[in-house]
């Protein structure tokens, strides 16, 4: 069924994405904005990842940066208008030393600010999951990357499944949970369909779309881009999975849609990423604080 919406023209699917989207979600936008708090030496082999230790790129390396840091960083995106924060790290998981510093910072930012705070640290146990809700983080970030078929083509250190048992783990401490995965790998139609139903069946309550900027260095570098209808069409067909959920639109927006980023917010998509990635810098902050306020007024005339 889903499948078949891509045969609709763009401005039915969209017009009837956007339904969903108001009578679902109302005219909230959210945006959030993270930091890169560890970079680079990671030891998984993501086809599309700038991070992997598997491919010569131009990539940032470091350790997990001071607890003060992801602080200062959570402040200011507080100041920009951010309602979340996710603080992100390389690797297939971190180790109890730096999750417990992590859990540190997220409890001071709490009593700082009443930000949201994310966290996106990997394959946790359940144990290390609820040291960092007792701390106060709200939600766990876990991509899922692509379809369950589509996964080995990508990615082959892991499998689908960890992925799938990590979000699982989030949920059973009691986080919400955000997962989705990037389009534009080569990927069909079906594919993404399937990755939708997937993240359907997890009821996660945050998806983030990211189009694929290849990155020298990696296994995707050359691939021939989707196009501008296509990105809108899924980003479409994934609310219209999702009619309750936060579509969020993050690595690749500016880059693909270009000046089509105001329609993705007509097309279904209710929140976005400002502020940069985690290899890539984004817009200058003021000029995703203008867009928001755009959407925003567009969605109430």
């Known amino acids: 069924m889903l499948l078949s919406h891509y045969n609709l023209p763009l401005a039915q699917l969209a017009a009837m994405a956007d339904k969903i989207r108001r009578d679902h979600t109302g005219n909230a936008l959210e945006t959030c904005t993270i930091i890169n708090a560890k970079s680079g030496r990671c030891g998984e082999d993501c086809k599309f990842c700038a991070q992997s230790v598997h491919y010569e790129t131009e990539a940032p390396v470091y350790g997990l940066v001071?607890?003060?840091e992801i602080?200062?960083?959570?402040?200011v995106a507080r100041?920009?208008?951010s309602s979340r924060f996710g603080i992100v790290t390389s690797g297939h998981k971190l180790n109890a030393d730096d999750v417990a510093r992590v859990a540190e910072a997220a409890a001071e930012i709490r009593h700082r600010t009443d930000i949201g705070v994310c966290v996106s640290l990997g394959s946790l146990s359940?144990?290390?999951m609820c040291l960092l809700k007792d701390a106060g983080v709200s939600r766990y970030h876990h991509n899922i990357e692509t379809s369950r078929?589509?996964?080995?083509t990508i990615v082959g250190t892991h499998t689908f499944d960890e992925r799938v048992a990590t979000i699982k783990r989030a949920v059973v401490a009691g986080l919400s949970t955000c997962s989705g995965g990037m389009i534009g790998m080569g990927e069909s139609r079906a594919d993404r369909v399937s990755m939708v139903m997937t993240l359907k069946e997890l009821d996660v309550d945050s998806m983030p779309i990211n189009i694929l900027l290849p990155v020298d260095g990696t296994p995707l570098t050359g691939i021939a881009?989707?196009?501008v209808g296509e990105a809108l069409k899924t980003i479409a067909i994934f609310r219209i999975a999702l009619p309750d959920k936060v579509i969020r639109l993050a690595a690749g927006r500016e880059n693909h849609l270009k000046d089509f980023q105001g329609m993705a917010f007509m097309s279904g998509a209710n929140a976005m990423m400002v502020g940069g990635y985690l290899t890539k810098r984004g817009r200058p902050v003021e000029e995703d604080k203008k867009l928001a306020e755009e959407i925003r007024r567009a969605w109430t005339e």
């Open 66 to 68: 001071s607890k003060q």
């Open 71 to 75: 602080v200062e960083s959570a402040l």
């Open 79 to 81: 100041d920009a208008g």
């Open 126 to 128: 359940y144990d290390m």
């Open 149 to 152: 078929e589509f996964f080995p």
């Open 225 to 227: 881009p989707i196009s």
